[in-house]
């Protein structure tokens, strides 16, 4: 204890307790503010910055216990990336975990600083919305929903994300059921179509839990789904290519239709061909787009592919039957083509009829690697040399006969319009 007396002199004594006292404190608060962050640390996921899981379910403890003791409610978000996994696949684990974190800042931008944003497991995420009913939670989850598809729309991704509200009291009580209540939303809504909110308290209280396993290979609106974000995404990073596989599909699926094949063969070879360029997503930016022809060895990377398209498409069950015309569809008839060298009838047929749209649109659109384009008339001609080389010569005649009769018929049809007798 210090003896010093009022408007006296500090003794060494007295700046020796100080300094001690000092130490003390100092080190105290060090020790406050380590055990802080530590316990911050473990409340956070690594990855997004939100809350983790064990927190979230702590707190889903305590807000049941105040509200049992209260008037007041609070919602549930139960959050899910719409085909996250493909997403994954196409661009890889680093790419995926960037947008879990842009992800993350969305949610927490949607939500007040009171809320719990958390991240549930993988590309699931949770949100504990305090004095919050159904209606308004239902706001908040579409400001959640809407940023994210007006995000990847602009980046040219076809990613979005299923939201299940719950609200405790009118959906559960406890936080099981107001756990299964949230999913069970969020399964309705996958299963609506996705990319939507779907409010537990519209639910039949009958319908079952259905967890979302793989794709199934009728599910066709989510296939289709997947077909037409996957195009778009490789004809938005190839600026020379851009719409070519709708043209190709196009191309295809008329040759289809004329060599006999039914509806569910015409349907494959539209997807595939939709997807026959589905590889060019692994090929680097600098032979992407190069403007100007390439080298030896650019070429050698640019003819594997085929062969990193199936490396996307096996992963999704429902695009499966697509994966023999994009990965022959660079065979030649002679045998001469890559990746297998295989030759005539023993290249599929889907594949034969891909080479030959394929190579008609490349022959009439403009490339950054080539100079120039060729008619439509002289297309056709390189078409018929090619034919036995390169390509189906059956199907080659077919394709001539069809592109001649599109032909005449514009013609046709301008001097229909244009008031011109017909010869």
Not at 59 to 68: C, V, W
Not at 157 to 183: K, N
Not at 276 to 284: A, E, N, T, V
Not at 286 to 296: A, C, F, H, K, M
């Amino acid at each position: 204890m210090s003896k010093k007396k009022s408007n006296g002199r500090y003794t060494p004594d007295d700046i020796d307790l100080v300094t001690t006292l000092s130490r003390e404190s100092a080190v105290a608060i060090e020790n406050a503010q380590i055990y802080a962050l530590a316990r911050e640390k473990a409340d956070t996921d690594a990855l997004t910055g939100l809350h983790n899981h064990r927190y979230f379910q702590e707190r889903f403890n305590q807000e049941i216990e105040k509200s049992a003791l209260s008037d007041e409610t609070f919602s549930v978000l139960s959050i899910d990336l719409d085909f996250f996994k493909t997403y994954n696949d196409i661009y890889g684990h680093v790419m995926g975990d960037e947008i879990l974190k842009e992800f993350a800042q969305l949610i927490m931008s949607s939500i007040r600083t009171s809320d719990v944003g958390a991240r549930y497991g993988g590309d699931e995420f949770a949100v504990i919305l305090l004095r919050t009913s159904a209606e308004g939670a239902e706001m908040v989850a579409e400001r959640i929903r809407e940023g994210l598809q007006t995000s990847m729309d602009q980046r040219g991704i076809m990613l979005t994300c299923s939201i299940g509200i719950a609200c405790w009291r009118t959906d559960g009580i406890t936080r099981e059921t107001l756990i299964q209540a949230a999913d069970k939303a969020l399964y309705a809504a996958k299963s609506r179509g996705r990319n939507q909110i779907c409010l537990a308290s519209e639910l039949d209280a009958t319908e079952p839990v259905r967890p979302e396993t793989v794709l199934k290979e009728d599910d066709t609106n989510a296939i289709e789904n997947i077909v037409y974000a996957l195009a778009a995404t490789v004809d938005t990073r190839d600026h020379y290519t851009y719409g070519h596989s709708k043209s190709v599909s196009r191309y295809a699926t008329e040759l289809a239709a004329a060599a006999g094949y039914t509806r569910e063969g015409i349907k494959r070879i539209r997807a595939a061909a939709l997807l026959h360029d589905i590889g060019k997503l692994s090929i680097p930016d600098s032979i992407l787009t190069r403007n100007g022809p390439l080298t030896d060895e650019e070429w050698e990377i640019m003819k594997h592919h085929p062969e990193m398209g199936i490396g996307i498409l096996k992963y999704i069950v429902g695009l499966r039957s697509c994966i023999d015309a994009v990965l022959f569809h660079h065979e030649h008839y002679d045998g001469t083509g890559y990746p297998r060298g295989l030759k005539g009838e023993n290249i599929p047929k889907d594949a034969r009829i891909m080479a030959i749209a394929d190579a008609y649109d490349a022959m009439t659109s403009e490339r950054g690697y080539k100079e120039g384009r060729m008619s439509k008339e002289e297309a056709l001609r390189e078409l018929k040399r090619c034919a036995g080389m390169q390509f189906d010569p059956e199907l080659v005649e077919i394709f001539i006969g069809l592109r001649r009769r599109s032909v005449s018929l514009l013609s046709n049809i301008s001097r229909d319009l244009s008031g011109e007798p017909s010869k």
